[in-house]
């Protein structure tokens, strides 16, 4: 084996462990999103929705926005039924709490994006 090819192998298993190492050194996630799906609206200029569920992590965190490559503008929205008129409402949210441990889900007729 030649001190070239002795090199390249130990390159390549080098690399995974250093990737393990620093994966290690960073801090611990703090939201993990489940079950995301778009509702397309069929009229281009109508928005569309984004429902999804976030699972916390060790702390309460505030989820702040939510952002896509794919979509021009987003809001994070939250559905509710008046009381007095008994019409839907949509109220925008500047930010949601995740629970510790729990979870929020966006769903249809509650909060979305």
């Known amino acids: 084996m030649t001190m070239l090819n002795m090199r390249a192998r130990l390159g390549l298993l080098a690399a995974p462990l250093l990737v393990t190492m620093l994966a290690s050194c960073g801090p611990t996630p703090q939201l993990r999103v489940h079950d995301a799906v778009v509702k397309l609206n069929p ?23 939510v952002s896509s490559r794919s979509a021009l503008r987003t809001e994070m929205h939250e559905s509710k039924v008046d009381p007095k008129t008994g019409a839907m409402t949509m109220a925008p949210l500047t930010r949601v709490l995740i629970p510790a441990d729990g979870k929020v889900e966006f769903k249809r007729g509650g909060k979305h994006v």
Do not use: E
């Open 43 to 65: 009229v281009d200029s109508n928005p569309s929705a984004l429902y999804f569920t976030v699972r916390g992590g060790p702390k309460d965190v505030y989820l702040m926005s």
